[in-house]
């Protein structure tokens, strides 16, 4: 009896103290830890809902790029991170859903070793052509690889990313065959495109919007079911009369497992409010980013989906990481 009462005086200690941490929260500046390098949508989509997170928060958030292995390891150091709430990850689908599918031994588990805040944007990728391809269309695009099963390549940002997912999907769906060529991250893949090094590439229409009008590259779809307000005269998924999954290429905030319920709402909060101000909903708009709010819940329930949908896609196509 003396034991349980005890334990019931420890388990509610710690309890008051969870709880007198949240009141109080926060107190001192946040980190936000970001797996990409500067300059990539995470991080610019970081950079932007921090500066106006902390303004509600009354503590500046300050974002610390850590890349590499395509996010995992940022993802480790915040599965291993105190859950106090000072340190949080702005993740994507590669460092979450996609990442056992991918490697051999992920050093963390996706969906328990994380607490899931809040959804941030859903990325709007863009489907191009380069200029010295000879594709204009997207029907083109089929017939060519067709008639040469194998012979037209797209260079993607690296393996299992949704620059090499989406494509594979597309020609999973179409019934053509490419030749895939890996890239460590966006800015080679998009240089090889623009330079006819290589025929294809998928990435942020955000990325590419600006080298479409420039004629730099041939936009050829944008792979959401709607057309896209910033470039309404490239068709979408549904004029092309193709199904297919919502791409995995999503922004979300995470922390580690076990953080205070008091301290995840705080966050996913300041969060909405940032998402709903109008400066950053314009700029969202601006590089052809989506909506994507709700719930920590909703947050996870679709990083679960995606990891199941596109997961099986790598399995049947053989896709491994290095």
């Known amino acids: 009896m003396k034991r349980l009462i005890h334990t019931a005086v420890l388990v509610c200690a710690a309890a008051l103290g ?57 993802a480790t150091s915040m599965a291993h991170a105190a859950p106090d709430g000072y340190y949080i990850l702005m993740t994507t689908a590669s460092q979450t859903s996609l990442a056992p599918s991918l490697m051999k031994e992920v050093p963390y588990d996706p969906f328990k070793d994380f607490t899931y805040i809040a959804p941030a944007t859903d990325v709007a990728m863009l489907l191009v052509a380069s200029p010295g391809s000879g594709i204009r269309t997207f029907q083109q695009m089929v017939t060519k690889a067709k008639a040469a099963p194998g012979k037209i390549d797209f260079g993607s940002s690296g393996l299992g990313s949704a620059s090499q997912l989406s494509l594979e999907m597309v020609a999973q769906l179409t019934g053509i065959q490419l030749a895939h060529v890996p890239y460590k991250g966006s800015a080679p893949a998009i240089t090889s ?54 791409v995995p290429a999503w922004i979300g905030l995470i922390g580690p497992a076990n953080l205070p319920p008091a301290i995840v709402k705080t966050l996913a909060d300041a969060m909405h409010k940032a998402q709903a101000d109008p400066e950053i909903k314009q700029k969202f708009t601006e590089l052809g980013l989506l909506a994507f709010e709700g719930s920590g819940a909703d947050f996870k329930q679709r990083a679960e989906e995606d990891g199941k949908v596109w997961g099986k896609l790598m399995r049947d196509r053989g896709i491994k990481g290095e």
């Open 193 to 246: 495109v623009v330079a006819n090094e290589t025929s294809l590439h998928v990435n942020a229409l955000g990325n590419l919007m600006p080298l479409a009008n420039a004629a730099k590259v041939v936009p050829l779809a944008v792979l959401t079911d709607t057309r896209n307000p910033q470039m309404p005269d490239v068709p979408s998924l549904t004029d092309l009369k193709l199904k297919m999954p919502r």
């Open 18 to 74: 969870c709880a007198a941490q949240a009141q109080g929260y926060p107190d001192r500046p946040i980190r936000m830890l970001v797996g990409q390098s500067p300059g990539s949508a995470t991080d610019i989509v970081a950079r932007m809902l921090a500066a106006k997170m902390g303004e509600t928060l009354g503590q500046s958030i300050v974002v610390e790029n850590r890349a590499g292995a395509g996010g995992v390891v940022a």
